[in-house]
C-alpha cells in the first residue's frame, strides 16, 4: 500500500532517507480527481527517478472563485487506488492548514509570462500556482517536477520561477492526454452534462482547424474569428479568448518563424474548459 503522508516533517523525512540512498526524486503535483493525464506524469517520473511523490492537495489560493473551489472533485481514496497501478512510491495529501499555517504572509508572484491571458482572467492564480509549487518542491527534495502540457501557460510560469529563482531542480513538460475524440483530460471534464460533453471536443477540433488555416497562409485573425463561430455554433457558452501567443513568452506573436501556442478557454455548461497546440 502507497503511504499516504499528511505533514510536512513525514515527506521531507522520507525524502531525505531516499537521497541518503542515493536515489532521485520526481514530483507530480497534482489537485486530485486524478484521470489518464496525471497517471501519464506519474509513468514518465517513474521511467526517470529512483523514487516518485505524487502530491494531492486543492490549494485554496490558486481558486479566484470561491464556489469553484467548492465544486472541485475530491476523491483521494481513488486516487490512491490509481496511483497504485503506476505504482508512486508517495503521496503527499496535507491539509491547508500544513502547507499555510497561522500567520503565513509570504507569496510567490512571477511577472511577464504570468499576466496575459490565464493571468488576466482569474487575478491572483498563478500567484497562487507559483508559491505552492514552490513550497512543494521545497517540502519534497525533489530532483525533476512534471508538468502536463495542457496547462500550458501554467507550464510556463513554473519554468520561469524556477530559472529566476534558481531552484534545484529540473522540469519537465509532458504531452497533453486526450480522450479518444481529441478533448483534453480534465479533472473538471466530470461536472459536463451528457450533452455538454458531446460539445465539448469542438474545442480542439476548432483551434486545431484554425491553427491549419494559419499554416496555409490565412490570417490569424481570421483564422480564429472562424474557431470562435464554430464553438458558438456548436453550443458553447461563452468564448473567453483564442490567442496565437509566443510559446515561451506568452506575448502576442505574428513571427512565424518562432514557436508558436494557439491557446483558448471557454466555457460549457458552466464550466470552464482550457486548451492549447502548437502552431
Same mark, same amino acid.
Given at each position: 500500500?502507497?503511504?499516504?503522508?499528511?505533514?510536512?516533517?513525514?515527506?521531507?523525512?522520507?525524502?531525505?532517507?531516499?537521497?541518503?540512498?542515493?536515489? %532521485?526524486?520526481?514530483?507530480?503535483?497534482?489537485?486530485?480527481?486524478?484521470?489518464?493525464?496525471?497517471? %501519464?506524469?506519474?509513468?514518465?517520473?517513474?521511467?526517470?527517478?529512483?523514487?516518485?511523490?505524487?502530491?494531492?492537495?486543492?490549494?485554496?489560493?490558486?481558486?479566484?472563485?470561491?464556489?469553484?473551489?467548492?465544486?472541485?472533485?475530491?476523491?483521494?481514496?481513488?486516487?490512491?487506488?490509481?496511483?497504485?497501478?503506476?505504482?508512486?512510491?508517495?503521496?503527499?495529501?496535507?491539509?491547508?492548514?500544513?502547507?499555510?499555517?497561522?500567520?503565513?504572509?509570504?507569496?510567490? %508572484?512571477?511577472?511577464?509570462?504570468?499576466?496575459?491571458?490565464?493571468?488576466?482572467?482569474?487575478?491572483?492564480?498563478?500567484?497562487?500556482?507559483?508559491?505552492?509549487?514552490?513550497?512543494?518542491?521545497?517540502?519534497?527534495?525533489?530532483?525533476?517536477?512534471?508538468?502536463?502540457?495542457?496547462?500550458?501557460?501554467?507550464?510556463?510560469?513554473?519554468?520561469?520561477?524556477?530559472?529566476?529563482?534558481?531552484?534545484?531542480?529540473?522540469?519537465?513538460?509532458?504531452?497533453?492526454?486526450?480522450?479518444?475524440?481529441?478533448?483534453?483530460? %480534465?479533472?473538471?471534464?466530470?461536472?459536463?452534462?451528457?450533452?455538454?460533453?458531446?460539445?465539448?471536443?469542438?474545442?480542439?477540433?476548432?483551434?486545431?482547424?484554425?491553427?491549419?488555416?494559419?499554416?496555409?497562409?490565412?490570417?490569424?485573425?481570421?483564422?480564429?474569428?472562424?474557431?470562435?463561430?464554430?464553438?458558438?455554433?456548436?453550443?458553447?457558452?461563452?468564448?473567453?479568448?483564442?490567442?496565437?501567443?509566443?510559446?515561451?513568452?506568452?506575448?502576442?506573436?505574428?513571427?512565424?518563424?518562432?514557436?508558436?501556442?494557439?491557446?483558448?478557454?471557454?466555457?460549457?455548461?458552466?464550466?470552464?474548459?482550457?486548451?492549447?497546440?502548437?502552431?
Amino acid at each position: 500500500m502507497i503511504p499516504i503522508l499528511r505533514t510536512v516533517a513525514e515527506v521531507r523525512a522520507l525524502a531525505r532517507g531516499w537521497k541518503q540512498a542515493g536515489d %532521485s526524486i520526481g514530483v507530480v503535483p497534482t489537485m486530485g480527481a486524478l484521470h489518464d493525464g496525471h497517471l %501519464s506524469l506519474a509513468r514518465r517520473a517513474r521511467a526517470e527517478c529512483g523514487r516518485v511523490i505524487t502530491t494531492i492537495f486543492v490549494n485554496p489560493k490558486q481558486f479566484n472563485n470561491p464556489e469553484d473551489l467548492k465544486k472541485y472533485p475530491r476523491s483521494e481514496e481513488a486516487d490512491a487506488a490509481l496511483l497504485g497501478t503506476v505504482p508512486v512510491d508517495a503521496i503527499f495529501a496535507p491539509e491547508p492548514e500544513e502547507v499555510y499555517p497561522e500567520g503565513f504572509i509570504t507569496t510567490v %508572484s512571477v511577472g511577464g509570462v504570468a499576466e496575459p491571458l490565464e493571468g488576466r482572467m482569474r487575478p491572483g492564480h498563478f500567484d497562487g500556482v507559483a508559491t505552492v509549487v514552490t513550497k512543494l518542491f521545497g517540502m519534497t527534495l525533489a530532483d525533476r517536477g512534471y508538468f502536463g502540457q495542457k496547462d500550458w501557460q501554467q507550464l510556463q510560469v513554473v519554468l520561469r520561477l524556477t530559472r529566476d529563482l534558481n531552484l534545484p531542480i529540473e522540469i519537465v513538460g509532458c504531452e497533453t492526454i486526450r480522450e479518444g475524440d481529441g478533448l483534453a483530460m %480534465s479533472s473538471r471534464n466530470v461536472r459536463l452534462t451528457a450533452a455538454g460533453r458531446r460539445k465539448a471536443p469542438v474545442l480542439y477540433a476548432a483551434i486545431t482547424a484554425a491553427a491549419d488555416d494559419i499554416r496555409a497562409g490565412q490570417s490569424d485573425r481570421m483564422a480564429i474569428r472562424e474557431a470562435a463561430e464554430a464553438m458558438r455554433h456548436a453550443g458553447f457558452d461563452r468564448v473567453e479568448y483564442i490567442e496565437l501567443r509566443d510559446a515561451a513568452t506568452l506575448m502576442p506573436s505574428d513571427d512565424p518563424a518562432r514557436p508558436r501556442r494557439m491557446l483558448a478557454a471557454a466555457w460549457l455548461d458552466g464550466v470552464r474548459l482550457i486548451d492549447n497546440i502548437p502552431v
